[in-house]
């Protein structure tokens, strides 16, 4: 039985990841819960799950929980704030850390897990995104796993498995092409947040969603497979695939090409990272190619989403670069879902942060650099806003 840690379990995430602990409860033990501030879930999934140890981000959640769970016995070690996510990430003997968490807000509690020798399945791409420089060598020097959980990413590791190394020569991601993918791009100017969560295949978090309607979702990935793969940027190409079947393919040496296909369920990846290197057999619903119908490809459109390209010249500019990225992405998806900035100032506003970066970007960034240029992107982005006369 595999004792797991989750991290952001009141999520979509995390709800998934729970579903599955449902199912083979003879596979997986919660060791660790941690949420942001839904006390109400988080105190149901206690009572479900037992886990050794909980924490709530919010501060001001904390006495809530307490109360919400205080009949049970034994109790939980329960904690709060970012110092308790961090403890719960760190805790026992949790032999996989599910990162579930939205947001480079995932960065130290995955350092915390990947330092106390845990294995990490990340869904939560923002961390390796922003902290890539500084997470891989953790990974290595403390000899664990990081497993992808994205979708994408899962794909491409399940193709890999088996292939000799360097026998990799190109990946294909794949995109939906998000909610807007059908509209005219003079449309966009008008595009309302409702507009934009509604993803045309995927049930996702809000931020997530977001990123998918302004394609910097798969920009993100293309920076995630960067690290987790070892590709030069050159070498991981975007196509758009409005069915979200193939979740990505790869291309070997030989030119042959590997796919792994399957129905837009992220159960699936999340199943594939927890059980690693086993696989478990489900009954869950079979791929049915004609059910499926026809599967197609177009060329992403780099004039009508800039996010993309943006986040390859990033990602090649390296260093606290992505970082900057990232954490301007989130504040300014942010500033548009509370209906502060429109659709289209997201890209713009990004842009002009990134811009303001370069000259300052460092190539070998410590943990402390990562941070700094984190939250000196999330300042920039409003100042952004202002230059740019951004209004709603
Ligand atoms: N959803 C998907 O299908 C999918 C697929 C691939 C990758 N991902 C990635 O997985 C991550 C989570 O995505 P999601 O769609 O599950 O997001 P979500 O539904 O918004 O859930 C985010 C989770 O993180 C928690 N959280 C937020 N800030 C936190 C903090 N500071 N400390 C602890 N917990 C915190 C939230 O808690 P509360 O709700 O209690 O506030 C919630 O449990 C993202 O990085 C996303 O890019 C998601
Ligand atoms: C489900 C998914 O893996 C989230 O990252 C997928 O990438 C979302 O779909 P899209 O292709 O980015 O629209
Ligand atoms: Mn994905």
């Not at 369920?265 to 190619?289: G, H, K, V």
């Not at 190539?363 to 952004?384: C, F, G, H, K, M």
Request: proline letters at 5%.
């Amino acid at each position: 039985m595999k004792a797991i840690t989750l991290l952001g379990s009141t999520g979509s995430i995390g709800t998934q990841t729970l579903d599955i602990v449902t199912q083979y409860p003879d596979q997986f033990r919660i060791v660790g819960l941690a949420a942001g501030n839904n006390v109400e879930m988080l105190a149901s999934q206690i009572r479900q799950f037992r886990p050794e140890i909980a924490a709530i981000c919010s501060k001001e959640k904390f006495s809530a929980l307490k109360e919400a769970i205080q009949d049970l016995d034994p109790q939980p070690i329960l904690l709060a704030g970012e110092a308790g996510v961090i403890e719960v990430a760190r805790y026992g003997d949790a032999e996989t850390v599910v990162t579930g968490i939205v947001g480079c807000a995932g960065l130290l509690p995955t350092i915390a897990a990947i330092e106390a020798g845990k294995d990490i399945a990340l869904a939560n791409k923002e961390t390796l995104i922003a902290g890539g420089p500084v997470v891989l060598p953790l990974v290595e020097k403390h000899g664990v796993k990081l497993l992808p959980a994205d979708s994408e990413h899962s794909a491409i590791f399940q193709c890999l498995q088996g292939v000799p190394k360097n026998g990799l020569r190109r990946i294909l991601l794949t995109a939906s092409g998000g909610a807007f993918r059908d509209w005219e791009p003079e449309k966009l100017a008008q595009a309302t947040v409702a507009d934009a969560l509604k993803h045309p295949n995927w049930s996702m978090g809000r931020k997530i969603t977001i990123d998918s309607a302004t394609l910097m979702n798969k920009g993100l990935e293309v920076i995630e497979a960067h690290f987790l793969f070892g590709l030069d940027y050159e070498k991981i190409e975007i196509v758009i695939h409005p069915q979200s079947i193939i979740h990505s393919l790869i291309e070997l040496q030989d030119t042959s090409v590997l796919a792994q296909l399957g129905w837009p369920d992220m159960r699936l990846p999340l199943l594939y990272a927890l059980s690693w290197p086993d696989r478990i057999f489900t009954d869950w619903e079979q791929l049915d190619l004609v059910k499926a119908g026809n599967l197609t490809f177009r060329e992403p459109d780099h004039n009508k989403y800039p996010c993309m390209k943006l986040a390859y010249a990033v990602g090649k500019s390296g260093g606290s670069m992505p970082a900057v990225l990232n954490a301007a992405n989130e504040e300014a998806v942010a500033l548009f879902l509370a209906e502060k900035i429109r659709f289209l100032d997201i890209p713009r506003c990004i842009e002009r942060v990134c811009d303001r970066h370069q000259n300052d970007n460092r190539p070998n960034p410590s943990l402390d650099d990562i941070l700094a240029a984190d939250q000196w992107a999330r300042q920039e982005v409003l100042q952004a806003r202002e230059s740019l006369g951004v209004r709603c």
